[in-house]
């Protein structure tokens, strides 16, 4: 997906550190275990974000062999409900990402996409079976979007709502309402964030092809002249996602994901919006492979 849900490391405890790699390995093991290894080529540090609000108990812990270093030892893997449940929304969210640059990617891009789809359709049913409402609710929130975009939608805030409905749309049902709604509302501004500042990151190439891009529809030729419009609409957001995660108890998680909306997302937006992003993303693969 987008990978911009990540912590800021350097302000990470040890402790920390070492469970959220935990995390992340369990994530790519689920994926392969409940969607066949196809669904790792999607891992990404947005799912993990999902997988710690999901379930705040501290996780079983195994060592398992990683696939992408078969030269390493086994390698610390967390496992629990909250593992497999952002693996199920990760596999969905994946299939109809690719199915939604199929519809409007450069040539190219919906060929490699749509050979990706048809490999993956197996891997999302057996998601989709598993989390029905959540499919849906993606798969109709991407179709309005899809819709706006062919309208050319000048209004940010109707393209980032649409956007921020779907990754809302994680949030489980419970019996505890309260914390369900405070969980729906911080995936909500935190995927309206994610959604806006994407489109500041893809301006440049979405204007190079001709493709709609909702900062340019607002904006015109003249986006960079609102760059701090931009940039106080995010702090809004964030602040209204800081917000809704301070009435939840996330036990074992909470350092981590404080760190993330106070630290990590701040940090993020700053190296998308001063254009040292994507240097930054590819320096941070290459040492996490």
């Known amino acids: 997906m987008f990978g911009y849900v990540r912590p800021y490391r350097d302000e990470l405890k040890v402790r920390e550190q070492r469970d959220y790699e935990a995390l992340y390995c369990g994530l790519c093991r689920a994926l392969g275990r409940r969607h066949g290894f196809l669904a790792r080529m999607f891992l990404s540090y947005d799912f993990a974000f999902l997988a710690m609000l999901l379930d705040g108990d501290k996780p079983a812990v195994e060592r398992r062999p990683c696939p992408a270093r078969l030269w390493c030892r086994k390698k610390r893997c967390a496992a629990g409900g909250g593992v497999d449940a952002a693996a199920d929304a990760g596999t969905i969210l994946a299939y109809w990402k690719l199915r939604?640059?199929?519809?409007?990617?450069?040539?190219?891009?919906?060929?490699?996409a749509g050979l990706l789809s048809v490999l993956f359709r197996g891997?999302?049913?057996?998601?989709?079976?598993?989390?029905?409402?959540?499919?849906?609710?993606?798969?109709?929130?991407?179709?309005?979007?899809?819709?706006?975009?062919?309208?050319?939608?000048?209004?940010?805030?109707?393209?980032?709502?649409?956007f921020a409905r779907l990754l809302a749309a994680a949030a489980p049902v419970t019996p505890d309402s309260g914390r369900d709604r405070a969980l729906e509302q911080l995936l909500y501004h935190v995927g309206r964030w994610i959604y806006l500042?994407?489109?500041?990151?893809?301006?440049?190439?979405?204007r190079r092809r001709g493709s709609y891009n909702p900062i340019a529809a607002r904006f015109s030729g003249q986006a960079e002249e609102h760059r701090e419009y931009l940039r106080t609409t995010l702090r809004h957001s964030l602040n209204l996602a800081?917000?809704?995660?301070?009435?939840?108890?996330?036990?074992?998680?909470?350092?981590?994901?404080?760190?993330?909306?106070?630290?990590?997302?701040?940090?993020?937006?700053?190296?998308?919006?001063?254009?040292?992003?994507?240097?930054?993303?590819?320096?941070?693969?290459?040492?996490?492979?």
């Open 197 to 206: 500042v994407d489109a500041w990151d893809d301006l440049a190439e979405d």
């Open 242 to 289: 800081r917000s809704a995660g301070g009435l939840l108890e996330l036990g074992h998680w909470q350092g981590t994901v404080e760190n993330i909306l106070y630290l990590g997302l701040p940090a993020v937006e700053e190296l998308v919006f001063t254009g040292r992003w994507k240097a930054a993303n590819h320096r941070n693969r290459r040492q996490s492979t």
């Open 123 to 162: 891997s999302y049913r057996r998601a989709a079976a598993n989390r029905p409402d959540f499919d849906r609710a993606v798969r109709e929130n991407l179709e309005r979007l899809q819709t706006l975009e062919g309208e050319n939608c000048p209004s940010l805030d109707r393209t980032a709502d649409t």
């Open 100 to 112: 939604d640059t199929v519809a409007d990617g450069p040539f190219w891009k919906r060929l490699w």
